[in-house]
């Protein structure tokens, strides 16, 4: 049996998946923040004495001794670092090992569903693949992003209650606690953390970079900079959290109105995207005999994956077309 419509239709597949993902991953407007503050952000970044004993103490503090699970998981799955980083922003108690864990049990279940159904072992083992591999990345995705978009929405909020504090006297350093203790949902968490940081020893724009980083947003990085550079060059820092916020409330209105503007082209895009894929499994539930010829015939084979390739990069060119970096 000659192997290459096989080979082809599964670089097809692979390629449009691939495509599809990164097209609709979302707009590059947080890494080209991180990029255009990165050059400030070095300049400002302070140092502080004992840095390397206070790692090892909070280290001690807020992690545990990883179990065998989780040591595995590390070995086997690829860039663990990053993946422990994506878990740690979902604000969820996810480890690397229950990561490893859902990724292997949602890839055997459907291989062997499908393997059941009388499908190509090929198919069946990338169809579980794409599944095992995309479907716990989505997910975790989805919490980043849903999380990350609860503290954007209430983060002016909390610069204002920050505002009121220094206005009426009070330090940053206790600011930062009012605003841990009086705030709820994702804001009081993360200024929890940068005040329990500052109570072991931690300096404030350590803290405050630390959490920039693990949020990523590029909201904090402009008020920890903002922090950063008032620190060094003095002013009135009170009336510069208060420019800032207004500035992020009005930069959250234009994600708003282009958001509003861009759904109708996304809905079209995803409806034309997904209608084929869905009518192909309609059909396969009813008469898979039939739909079986696309993994049989190598006309339909190619034709099969010359639409697929075709589709990614309509969809590849439609999704860059509706996503704007602010």
């Known amino acids: 049996m000659d192997l290459l419509p096989y080979i082809m239709v599964g670089g097809g597949a692979f390629t449009v998946l691939a495509l599809m993902i990164f097209a609709f991953a979302g707009p590059s407007a947080e890494r080209a923040g991180a990029r255009r503050l990165s050059g400030l952000r070095e300049r400002h970044t302070v140092s502080p004495v004992g840095a390397n004993a206070m790692e090892a103490q909070l280290r001690k503090i807020?992690?545990?001794?990883?179990?065998?699970?989780?040591?595995?998981?590390?070995?086997?799955?690829?860039n663990p670092a990053q993946l422990q980083k994506r878990l740690a922003m979902t604000g969820k108690p996810w480890t690397v090992g229950k990561y490893g864990l859902a990724t292997l049990g949602l890839f055997a279940v459907p291989a062997a569903l499908l393997l059941l159904q009388g499908a190509p072992v090929w198919l069946a083992l990338f169809l579980a693949l794409f599944v095992g591999a995309g479907l716990?990345?989505?997910?975790?995705?989805?919490?980043?992003?849903?999380?990350?978009?609860?503290?954007?929405?209430?983060?002016p909020d909390a610069i204002e209650l920050l505002?009121?504090?220094?206005?009426?006297g009070l330090p940053i350093t206790e600011t930062i606690t009012v605003v841990a203790q009086e705030l709820d949902g994702p804001v009081g968490e993360e200024f929890r953390m940068i005040a329990d940081k500052m109570k072991i020893g931690r300096t404030l724009d350590a803290a405050l970079q630390e959490t920039a980083d693990r949020l990523g947003t590029p909201e904090f990085q402009f008020f920890t900079i903002t922090i950063a550079i008032q620190r060094e060059t003095g002013g009135n820092l009170a009336e510069t959290l208060s420019n800032l916020s207004e500035v992020l409330r009005k930069?959250?209105?234009?994600?708003?109105?282009?958001?509003?503007?861009?759904?109708?082209?996304k809905a079209s895009a995803l409806i034309v995207g997904c209608l084929p894929f869905i009518v192909f499994g309609m059909i396969w539930f009813i008469n898979n005999g039939y739909m079986l010829k696309f993994f049989?015939?190598?006309?339909?084979?190619?034709?099969?994956?010359?639409?697929?390739?075709?589709?990614?990069?309509?969809?590849?060119?439609m999704a860059k077309m509706v996503n704007f970096e602010i």
């Open 62 to 78: 807020t992690t545990s001794r990883a179990n065998r699970m989780d040591t595995l998981a590390v070995l086997l799955l690829p």
């Open 136 to 155: 716990p990345h989505f997910v975790v995705g989805f919490f980043i992003g849903r999380r990350v978009n609860q503290f954007t929405v209430k983060f």
């Open 163 to 168: 505002v009121r504090g220094l206005r009426s």
């Open 251 to 265: 930069r959250a209105q234009m994600k708003l109105k282009i958001k509003a503007m861009s759904s109708e082209s």
């Open 296 to 317: 049989t015939d190598e006309r339909l084979m190619v034709a099969g994956g010359g639409g697929l390739i075709w589709m990614a990069l309509g969809a590849f060119i």
